[in-house]
Structure formats: C-alpha cells, structure tokens
C-alpha cells in the first residue's frame, strides 16, 4: 500500500454481465510514481475491471478517484481528459492514417482547442497545434518509430502498433497510463523495448497500471501487483510476497509446487 494519498483510488468495483459477476467487489489504490501489476487468470475481470476505470463500461457498483476527483458515471473521454489514458488488449490504431495523425487524433480528446477557435483559425489554435505537434515527434521518436512518421501506421508490425499505441496514450501527458495487454503477441526484442519504456517513463514520475499475462515481466517491473480470481482480489503486494502466495499459484494452475511456482513465476 502506497505510503502518499492515492492517485487512484478503486472502491467496491462491480460488474456483472447477465447474472455473471465478472467484477466482484474490487478494492485498490494505485499511488503517485507506482507501477501497479494487475493479474490473474483468464476470465478473472481484470479487462472489465480496467473498462469500468477507464469509462468503457458502466460499472454496477463502487467509485473511482482521481487525484480525489469522482469518475464515476463519466464518459470515456471525460476521463481521458481527466488525466487517465489507456491502451487496449486488442491494439488500437488508425490504420490508413499516418503514425503522425494517430498521435495527433489521440491529443485530440484532451487538448482541444474550443470549435470557433478552430475554425477561425486563431493563434491560440495554431500554438496548440504547434505544441501538439511536437509533442508527437518527440513521442514517436521516443518510441523509436522516428523513420516512419509520415507512413501509414498500416506499414507497422503488431508489436510496432503497440508502441504506437504507447506514444498515443501518453500524448495527454496522462496522470496514470493503463496498458492492457502490451506484451501479448509481441516479439523479445518490443518486449524489451517497452519494459525499458515503461522503466524509463516511470523514473521521470510517470503512473502506470499494467494488466498482463506475463508473470514474470509483472514481478520484474512491478513495485506492487493486484491478483483477481474469479472477479475479486485474491492477492495484493509487492512481487517478493505475491510470489511467496500459495493462493496465486493455485489460481493459475490448481496446484502451488514448485513445478508451478517456475511455470507461473519464471515462465518456464
Ligand atoms: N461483454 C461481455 N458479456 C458477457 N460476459 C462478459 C463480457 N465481458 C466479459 N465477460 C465475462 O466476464 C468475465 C471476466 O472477463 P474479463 O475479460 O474481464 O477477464 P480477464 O481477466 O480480462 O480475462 P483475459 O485475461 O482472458 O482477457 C468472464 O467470465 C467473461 O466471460
């Protein structure tokens, strides 16, 4: 549990589709400058948990806070522009537009300029298309996708829309970064690209949540992991403890030897 006042705060969180809890009563905190783990066994709400948050489904029950601001009932893009972005297990980019114009229609939900100021063209909507556009540069080039800015982001490999997706999500300059996901499917070589991403990020200050089926990069990267089972936390702390939790291996794999623990753990 993070010694400051949470930066996230998630009370009570439910959601069921059609008589199935698939979010069951979840309760944590996510502080300023973690990277909180959340995992668990497929089906155990961990997506729903993160489209309840993050304003792509409407939670039953509970409420979340933002730097002490209530989320709930706000849209998608409300949220957004609160400071909470988000990436998706299925990636998502503008395939015919170019790596260019995805960041740029990312800021566009958090930064934009009122409708008249647009359209008349005023400098205070150029400055901000300025800044904006640098910003992308400068966010494409730290995702190493500098030489192929100006392509359409159809050119890109899957692994290489993830880290499109990465720079699309910090565009807002977000208070927290949800990523869903942003391993699966993908090559070593963007794995590590993007654990040293997500380390280098995080030593400048930035938040993340990262929801995974990777155990092992969670323990490695994690300062403290949420474990779900079945809609609700089974286990919540530092990687040191969880590893040491027999209730996770069994959530995983029905048993908790040590065959399971380097399955689980070690990916082995
Ligand atoms: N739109 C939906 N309609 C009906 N049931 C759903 C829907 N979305 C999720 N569920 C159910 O809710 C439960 C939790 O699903 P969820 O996708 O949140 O789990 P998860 O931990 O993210 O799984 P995975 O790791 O496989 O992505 C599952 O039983 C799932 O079948």
Redesign the pocket.
Known sequence: MPSQQPLLSVEGLSKS??G?R?VDDLTFVVGPGEILGLI?P???????SIDCITGFAKADQGSVLLDGKRLNGARAEQIAQAGLSRTF?NVRVYDRLTLMENVLIARQAYDCVPWWQALAGTQACRGAERRASERGRELIHLVGLSTMSAFPAAFLSYGQKKLLALAMALMSNPKIVILDEPLAGVNPTVIRRIAGLIQSLNSDGQTFIIVE?NVQFIMEHCSRVVV?EQ?RKLAEGPPSLIKEDERVLHAYLGKADAVAMELVFHGQ
Request: charged share 5%.
């Open positions: 589709f059609s199935i698939a668990g497929n089906g155990s709400g961990k997506s729903t297990q089926h779900m809609g």
